[in-house]
């Protein structure tokens, strides 16, 4: 393995030009190809490591791994080895099917780095041993020198020495909204990754400009190289469902297998049984408790969600996110393109006469211009014809600017260059005025272009017959370079508090601050920054604001009415973030919370803060991770949003990690759990209802489908220990198990969502699936199934004297019995007594319809007769079994009157699953 360079551990920049090439060890031609040969055999390819994906076989055999299969697999070997050849097959291919379920179900492995991989420039332009090259991406060394050009991928980390206008697209990485300036001075060490400006970055986009930088760091050394060993050593935590799965079957597998040694070892001890014969009993009654079917109607029952999800443009990449949707108690997601629209617009400008209100968001040319009193605006819609000076700004504003509007063939909007000066020619254009025909009109002579040093960019124009020089910068900035103020009377002497304190107001609110100025200007050829530092006359100023999405208002506004606490993290600055998170109805906007801060926290600290805090700025991609294990720490269920490689780590520590589809990398996608096909982050909302639903109806299924594996258990544990017959056979156990499920345990995952889904707290992830209520109702239908299976069986053998008539009655009971307690199941606490209760689902009366005729066949024909050991029922033998299954649908119903009265004589219990709680249940109205 080569030896990691000591680039990883450097601030580059802090430190200056010289300084970087003295330590690199290199000059401004490059280093030779000795040395590049040389030190990419120490410091490696400029690649990122990529994980091994597991083989198809192995991912088939973890199927595999859990203690119910394994006490099936082992129950089939012992039945194998004592000659039940039929036994031993009908369980290897309801194994065969649980395993094949899983496996289609799993899909593809997991691609995150592979994709992250794929952010890494396949070619770079480098300046070697003197003259231009290109080489490969993965051939770049520290001590290289790269050129860089509008449109490139940067390949590497580097440290600029030479930028000329250049600006780097960095949202993927740092979450900026809008294209960051670069230049070639040192910062402090301290400074944050967002602003570090004399650095281009691996995987970023060249927005503008050109660039000279030499590499510092390559491969997994590089800041997207860091997070992909974060995304890499990430531990993935089980969901809530799988938890409660897991140890739900630990209990149950050792409760069965407790159960069925003692019972084999009564049978051959006290009642005198061959060994071998209470050996099968001890398989039979394991192979009737053990629910085969649940893992399968799971499995279907999270897989109807995602087809539902879908129908809303929420996709599910893995199948147990479904159910933990409708557990999520937290919402960390991040400001740009996600609850914003990532489209900068003007929203106010401040001329000296007063504010303006600018209406209409995003690229479209649409809006009006409002005049603002009472700080707020009031009035008609101004005329530009009557109002110079908003024109005359407005013209400005276009013409030192470099961006262009367009519109595609589909009608959408879109900016060509940087998204603020975008913004700019945006509002021209509500004005009527055309960015292009306006410059047509005032040919540019020349300009000073934008740096970040300057803080101001300047064109020298021909405007109303006179050369004007047009400036365009930071207010601060120009707020020195002015003395006078442009008026509808004339020019007056500059008020600077009075400007500033309109500088401030509009900051306050969360907008970017541009100003405009001009001056006439004579005998000049060629402009520099003498001639714009002095003398200007201010125009007005303008605010931008990257606007929160109208969609996402009102989905902070449901998340809140039902339990949800979103959380904004992300790389802005502080106060915007906390304009928008105010302008969304975030619920603590008192404080943002920044990365430096978060960094000198310890965990404690951070778990200790993390509930009173709903903004965090300046977030880096460890900070996003450290603040999800955080809430985890406290308890919470958290869904991370986002679309950079940034996110990525989070995305996949979070329990639900949700990437957007549209802006969204393909790193975020393949970290998440779910992606949003519009972008929308209403659509989580839906997708977190979609998700209560699907708990709702598993909780429903696992309560129907445990009693008839309890019936059967207990009535072969009672037969064995009583010395009696088997009321039913393994076998017969296998095909009720396999044949209940799949046909009356699926019609429940169909099941409409309860009408108060959305007014319910998060339930407590800790929560037993099955709380005591629900464990009552297994235990009571488990009973009411083994009095009318062992009833039948003993009524049947004692009148007709036929072990295969008196077991077929035994089973079709047991069936039937559960198929009049699925119609109760519908509800869990509330009356089926109604036309709607009855009748009020198409699947459950289709499975009913369906799981009878498998019954008649099973009964009648020939070939199955011979295979389950069962005969053929005469008419009446059908009156009792419909009889006994009306009878249990109708004592079901008394349980529910009783527990109905029970709940209404009690206080209500908050934020409770259970349905004894009047407001907070599924089935509880």
Same mark, same amino acid.
């Given at each position: 393995?080569?030896?990691?360079p ?18 690199l060890?290199?000059?401004?031609n ?10 990419l055999?120490?410091y ?12 198809w ?8 791994n859990?203690l119910?299969i394994?006490?099936?697999?082992a129950?089939?070997?012992?039945s ?9 097959l009908?369980i290897?291919?309801?194994v065969a ?6 496996f ?11 994709s ?6 396949p070619?770079?332009h ?11 991406a993965?051939a770049l060394v520290p001590g ?8 490139d991928?940067?390949?590497a ?7 000329n206008?250049?600006?780097?697209e960095?949202a993927?990485?740092?979450?900026e ?9 040192p910062?402090?060490?301290?400074t ?13 986009i060249?927005?503008q400009?050109?660039?000279?930088g ?6 997994v050394?590089?800041?997207?190289g860091?997070?992909s060993?974060?995304?890499?050593n ?8 799988l ?12 409760f069965i297998?407790g ?6 070892a009564i ?6 049984q061959p060994?071998?014969?209470m ?5 039979g009654?394991?192979?009737a ?21 879908a129908?809303?443009?929420?996709i599910?990449?893995r ?31 401040w ?10 968001i ?14 707020? /605006?009031?009035?008609d %819609? @101004?005329?530009l $014809?009557?109002?110079? =000076?908003l024109?005359?700004? &407005?013209?400005?504003?276009? +013409?030192c600017?470099?961006a262009e ?23 021209a254009a509500?004005?009527g005025?055309?960015?292009?025909a ?11 272009p ?12 021909e405007?109303?017959?006179q050369?004007t ?17 442009r008026?509808? /009377?004339?020019?007056? %002497? @500059?008020a600077? $508090?009075?400007?500033? =304190?309109?500088?401030?107001a &509009?900051?306050?609110?969360? +907008?970017r601050v541009l ?11 060629e402009l520099d ?8 006359v ?18 902070v506004?449901?998340c809140?009415?039902?339990?949800i606490?979103?959380?904004?993290v992300?790389?802005d600055?502080a ?7 105010r302008?969304?109805?975030f619920?603590?906007t008192e ?14 600290? @951070?778990?200790?803060?993390i ?9 880096a991609p ?7 294990k955080a809430?985890q720490?406290?308890?919470g ?18 329990d639900?990690?949700?990437a957007?589809?549209?802006?969204g ?5 393949e ?5 949003l ?12 209802e ?5 708990y ?5 299924t696992v309560?129907?489908?445990?009693p008839?594996?309890?019936a ?5 544990? @009672? ?16 095909w ?8 009356l345990?699926?019609a ?6 309860e ?10 992830p ?16 488990s ?16 009148h007709?004297?036929?072990?295969a008539?008196?077991r ?7 069936v ?8 109760n199941s519908?509800?869990?606490l ?18 009913i ?5 498998l ?8 070939f ?13 033998h059908w ?12 004592v ?6 009783l ?27």
């Amino acid at each position: 393995m080569p030896e990691r360079p000591v680039a990883a551990r450097t601030a580059w920049h802090a430190l200056s030009e010289e300084e970087a090439l003295q330590r690199l060890e290199c000059d401004r031609n490059g280093i030779d190809e000795q040395q590049a040969a040389s030190r990419l055999e120490r410091y490696g390819p400029n690649r990122l490591q990529q994980a091994k994906g597991r083989p198809w076989w192995q991912r088939m055999l973890a199927q595999l791994n859990n203690l119910l299969i394994v006490i099936l697999i082992a129950a089939g070997v012992a039945s194998l080895a004592l000659g039940h050849r039929l036994d031993a097959l009908a369980i290897a291919g309801v194994v065969a099917i649980i395993a094949l379920i899983g496996f289609i179900q799993e899909g593809k492995a997991e691609r995150a780095l592979e994709s992250i991989r794929e952010l890494l420039s396949p070619q770079a332009h480098v300046w070697r041993a003197g003259r231009r090259q290109t080489i490969p991406a993965e051939a770049l060394v520290p001590g290289d020198i790269v050129l860089l050009e509008s449109g490139d991928r940067v390949p590497a980390d580097l440290r600029l020495l030479q930028a000329n206008r250049l600006r780097t697209e960095e949202a993927a990485l740092t979450g900026e909204s809008v294209a960051v300036d670069k230049q070639t001075t040192p910062v402090t060490a301290e400074t944050d990754l967002a602003e570090r400006s004399c650095m281009a970055y691996a995987s970023t986009i060249v927005a503008q400009g050109t660039a000279r930088g030499v590499v510092v760091a390559t491969g997994v050394d590089t800041e997207i190289g860091r997070i992909s060993e974060l995304l890499r050593n990430v531990e993935k935590l089980k969901t809530p469902l799988l938890r409660q799965l897991d140890r739900a079957g630990r209990v149950l597998a050792i409760f069965i297998m407790g159960a069925a040694l003692v019972t084999a070892a009564i049978g051959a001890l006290v009642h005198g049984q061959p060994a071998s014969q209470m050996f099968m009993a001890a398989v039979g009654l394991a192979v009737a408790a053990i629910p085969e079917g649940l893992p399968a109607i799971v499995t279907i029952g999270l897989s109807l969600g995602v087809q539902a999800m879908a129908r809303r443009n929420a996709i599910i990449r893995r199948l147990p996110a479904v159910e933990t949707l409708g557990s999520i108690s937290t919402i960390f997601t991040d400001k740009t393109g996600t609850l914003t629209r990532n489209e900068m617009t003007a929203q106010a400008i401040w001329l000296p006469e007063g504010e303006i209100a600018v209406t209409g968001i995003g690229f479209a040319p649409e809006g009006d211009f409002l005049p603002v009193r009472d700080n707020a /605006a009031a009035g008609d %819609p @101004l005329n530009l $014809d009557n109002h110079h =000076a908003l024109r005359h700004f &407005l013209k400005v504003s276009a +013409l030192c600017n470099d961006a262009e509007l367009s519109r595609d063939e589909s009608g959408h909007w879109h900016i060509l260059g940087d998204s603020t000066e975008g913004a700019l020619v945006v509002v021209a254009a509500k004005a009527g005025l055309d960015a292009r025909a306006l410059r047509d009109c005032h040919d540019r002579h020349d300009a000073i272009p934008f740096e970040s040093e300057r803080k101001y960019m300047a064109t020298l124009h021909e405007v109303d017959g006179q050369p004007t020089l047009l400036v365009k910068g930071a207010p601060d900035r120009l707020l020195e370079m002015c003395q006078r103020v442009r008026t509808e /009377a004339g020019d007056t %002497p @500059l008020a600077p $508090d009075l400007w500033e =304190a309109r500088i401030e107001a &509009l900051s306050a609110r969360g +907008l970017r601050v541009l100003a405009l100025a001009e001056k006439p200007i004579h005998d000049v050829a060629e402009l520099d920054e003498r001639h714009a530092e002095e003398g200007l006359v201010l125009l007005g100023l303008i605010g931008l604001l990257d606007p929160p999405r109208e969609e996402a208002i009102r989905a902070v506004e449901r998340c809140l009415s039902a339990g949800i606490r979103p959380i904004m993290v992300t790389g802005d600055h502080a106060v915007t973030a906390l304009a928008i998170a105010r302008q969304l109805g975030f619920a603590n906007t008192e404080r943002a919370l920044t990365g430096r801060e978060i960094e000198v926290m310890s965990d404690t600290e @951070l778990e200790a803060c993390i509930d009173d805090v709903d903004v965090y700025a300046r977030a880096a991609p460890e900070h996003k991770l450290r603040l999800v294990k955080a809430m985890q720490a406290r308890g919470g269920i958290c869904a991370m949003t986002g679309d950079g490689v940034n996110d990525g780590p989070a995305l996949k520590r979070a329990d639900v990690g949700v990437a957007m589809g549209i802006q969204g990398t393909e790193a975020a996608k393949e970290a998440a759990e779910m992606v949003l096909a519009d972008d929308n982050f209403a659509t989580i909302v839906g997708a977190i209802e979609e998700g209560r639903k699907v708990y709702d109806n598993i909780r429903k299924t696992v309560t129907f489908l445990l009693p008839t594996n309890g019936a059967q258990g207990l009535a072969i544990m @009672l037969a064995v220990l009583a010395g009696t017959l088997l009321p039913i056979t393994p076998l017969q156990a296998l095909w009720v198990n396999m044949v209940v499920a799949v046909t009356l345990g699926l019609a429940l995952a169909f099941e409409q969502g309860e009408e108060n889904l959305m007014r319910r707290r998060p339930r407590d992830p800790a929560a037993a699936l099955l709380d005591l209520f629900l464990l009552w109702r297994v235990i009571f239908v488990s009973l009411l199934l083994l009095i009318a299976v062992f009833g039948m069986f003993s009524w049947l053998l004692q009148h007709e004297g036929d072990e295969a008539v008196a077991r077929s009655g035994a089973v079709n009971v047991l069936v039937m019995g559960s198929a009049a307690y699925l119609i109760n199941s519908r509800f869990l606490l509330r009356s089926n007594l109604s036309l709607q209760g009855l009748f009020g689902s198409r699947p459950v009366w289709l499975a009913i319809g369906l799981v009878l005729s498998l019954q008649v066949a099973w009964t009648y024909l020939p070939f199955m007769q011979a295979l389950f050991d069962s005969a053929a029922l005469a008419p009446w033998h059908w009156l009792l079994v419909f009889g006994c299954s009306i009878a249990l649908f109708l004592v079901v119903e008394l349980e529910k009157l009783l527990l109905r009265r029970r709940r209404n004589n009690r206080p209500p219990k908050r934020n409770s699953d259970s349905p004894l709680s009047r407001d907070t249940l599924p089935g509880a109205r």
